[in-house]
């Protein structure tokens, strides 16, 4: 294929021009991402090497090279990874590939970002970040195990454009040359590479490596330097990094800031972790372990594309960096590295969601984390809010599928409620320890939002009772109630499902007597609403938790709410047919005003008007869409009339 100039997708384009334009007062981390790059690749021609040893090709001395040129004025950056195929430099350079990240970019003005330069650290800008030092970046790559003949020459000044071109080349893997821009020749300089290397990239366990040249007095075969023999240059390849594993490291030999960058090098995040969790397993498992929390939820956390980001080493060697079986669905926002000395190296990644071992070691973490969630809730409880707004739908989750740790979670999970400032959070411990005296039940909500949930009609006995009133606000909510049916002895109970009875045994019998009076009362005029709105209700009665409106829907017990409904439709999923109950009050005027009219003309168009009406005022009120919104504002229209002309 012969040279193509093809344009950048709007999206990259975006990027770009904020990286160049307005990112980072801190250029120098171009160098980390280069570097993550580069050892990722050898990552991956590594594990693959395992299953077909061609990919090698005889080069298997693995090592990142820095190669300053300052007549050039370039510096290169070349592994000898993985390296790309044509397609696959398309794919990864020229597109923003996940959807997610394109969703946000479309989403949100560059002001905003300018503004909030720690938003893009949510998805990386990774080699894009070459060109906030560079004007002009060349990429040659050769996959491994492909001909020489098929590398693949990619450049762009970043403005819009790159060209693409096939090319020949030697060796396998990935050089990235950087054209620096005339102020950022600084980064030619030895010491300067030095300083960021070890600042940024020195557990890398790969050597980085540099070619360095120094002039020292010439010297005799004996060794001794001739006297008047002037100088000599002498260049040798030094290694610039530890590579020591951070893992393996003791404890209290680690800085908060080498904890940091390791963080910062395997989530490619540019914000610091919330909290660090280093330990060590002896015995029938073993394995090493750093773990993070992230302090900011990555966007995608809710999409398919979002990957695990624990990576899995065997003995210091690196298997994947996402593996689903090491920490459960609801713990995925977790990064970090785990170490394992039982596993065989040349595991394969289908084998390890089976594995016995990565099991023991899944439950190990799991119970790791979650005790430091708890000592967070308990010691540090600003960070572990800040934690949970971020994290909490998705640790939510837990609740319901995690049974055996069910005890724990429901320890850790969090809502607001009636009794709380909006943000304000409340735990069931403590819902429970304020109960007022005579309350049997946690009571609670679902609800897309506060405002949609805290002015429920189904709320108006409960707080005439000043009992508490938790809001589950997240779609993940009425699994949760699912899973968590009771608390400390107290069941859960939903404020818009069944019956609510409320109060001592006593006043269940009083509220029962009085409701009992009101139901012949209004007998025969429940059984025409409820014969007018056969299609729509199951049941029409009188409510016992209404104080101030007139009516509202409730599920039976089992039964699909209002809000179940919204979510399953957003999933698109199939919505079963369930129809709910109308409640009536019997304490409000117009039941008074019902009853007369149906005494006086049983036939009166008015009365299925008004049922209508009464339907459609609780679909209403509960945030529903009502079917016929038109012959609603007739009829409303109609009444305001009426009551005009008295
Ligand atoms: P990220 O590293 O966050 O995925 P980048 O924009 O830095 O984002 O890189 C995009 C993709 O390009 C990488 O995921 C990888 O597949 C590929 N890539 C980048 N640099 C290299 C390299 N040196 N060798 C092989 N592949 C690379």
């Not at 044509?86 to 020229?94: F, L, Y």
């Not at 540019?270 to 394995?287: N, R």
């Not at 409320?502 to 029962?512: M, N, P, Q, R, W």
């Not at 709410?561 to 999933?571: D, H």
Request: aromatic share 8%.
């Amino acid at each position: 294929m012969s040279k193509a100039t093809k344009k950048f997708e709007t999206e990259v384009q975006q990027l770009l021009d904020l990286v160049i334009h307005s990112l980072y007062s801190n250029k120098d981390i171009f160098l980390r991402e280069l570097i993550s790059n580069a050892s990722d690749a050898i990552d991956k021609v590594r594990f693959e090497s395992y299953s077909s040893e061609a990919i090698l090709e005889g080069n298997a001395e693995w090592r990142i090279k820095l190669v300053p040129d300052k007549a050039a004025g370039t510096i290169t950056i070349r592994d000898n990874g993985i390296g790309m195929t044509m397609e696959e430099v398309e794919e990864n350079i020229g597109t923003i590939a996940r959807s997610g990240t394109r969703a946000f970019m479309e989403n949100i003005r560059g002001k905003d970002l300018k503004e909030h330069p720690e938003l893009i650290g949510q998805f990386g800008v990774g080699f894009y970040s070459s060109f906030m030092v560079a004007d002009r970046v060349t990429m040659v790559t050769r996959k491994g195990g492909h001909d020489t003949g098929s590398g693949c020459r990619w450049e762009s000044t970043g403005d819009g454009s790159y060209t693409i071109e096939e090319c020949d080349k030697e060796s396998r893997g990935t050089d990235v040359v950087l054209h620096l821009k005339e102020e950022m020749r600084e980064y030619l300089e030895e010491w300067r590479i030095r300083s960021i290397v070890k600042k940024y990239s020195d557990y890398v366990q790969y050597p980085i490596v540099m070619d360095i040249t120094r002039s020292e007095p010439a010297k005799g075969a004996d060794g001794k330097v001739i006297e008047g023999g002037g100088e000599i240059e002498k260049t040798v390849e030094e290694t610039l990094n530890s590579m020591k594993a951070i893992w393996t490291r003791p404890k209290s030999e680690i800085s908060e800031e080498e904890y940091e960058e390791f963080y910062k090098h395997i989530s490619h995040d540019f914000e610091k972790p919330l909290k660090t969790i280093h330990y060590a397993v002896e015995g029938v498992s073993e394995f090493k372990a750093i773990l993070y929390i992230p302090s900011h939820r990555p966007i995608d956390l809710f999409t398919r594309e979002h990957k695990r980001g624990v990576h899995l080493y065997v003995k210091r060697v690196f298997i994947t960096d996402n593996c689903e079986a090491l920490l459960p669905d609801y713990l995925r926002f977790m990064k970090g590295v785990v170490d394992s000395s039982d596993l065989p190296l040349n595991v394969s990644r289908e084998i390890l969601q089976e594995d016995v071992q990565i099991k023991r070691i899944e439950k190990n973490l799991v119970t790791k984390v979650l005790a430091t969630l708890a000592e967070m809730k308990e010691k540090t409880p600003e960070d572990y809010l800040k934690f949970y707004k971020e994290f909490g739908p998705v640790l939510k989750e837990g609740v319901h599928f995690d049974f055996a740790n069910r005890e724990k979670l429901q320890e850790l999970v969090l809502f607001e409620s009636s009794k709380s400032e909006p943000g304000v959070f409340v735990s069931l411990k403590e819902y429970v320890e304020r109960m007022p005296e005579g309350q049997q039940e946690i009571y609670f909500i679902t609800g897309t939002s506060r405002e949609a949930v805290e002015n429920s009609p189904h709320l108006e006995i409960l707080r005439k009772k000043d009992y508490e009133v938790l809001f589950m606000l997240d779609p993940v909510d009425e699994w949760v109630t699912q899973g968590l049916t009771e608390y400390g002895g107290k069941k859960l109970k939903a404020a818009d499902r069944g019956d609510l009875e409320l109060g001592t045994e006593e006043e269940k019998k009083a509220e029962e007597a009085k409701r009992e009076e009101s139901a012949k009362q209004y007998k025969e005029l429940l059984e025409f609403i409820g014969e007018t709105l056969k299609d729509r209700v199951k049941e029409v009665r009188l409510s016992g938790r209404l104080t101030d409106s007139a009516c509202c829907l409730v599920a039976d017990q089992y039964g699909l709410n209002a809000n179940m409904e919204r979510i399953l439709k957003a999933m698109n999923q199939e919505v079963p047919e369930s129809k709910r109950i109308l409640e009536l009050n019997p304490d409000h005027p117009i039941m008074q005003v019902l009853a007369k009219l149906y005494g006086e003309d049983k036939e009166s168009a008015r009365l299925g008007d008004y049922s209508e009406l009464l339907y459609d005022q609780a679909l209403l009120t509960e945030g529903s869409p009502i079917k016929d919104p038109l012959r609603f504002t007739r009829l409303v229209s109609e009444l305001m009339v009426k009551a005009a002309k008295g």
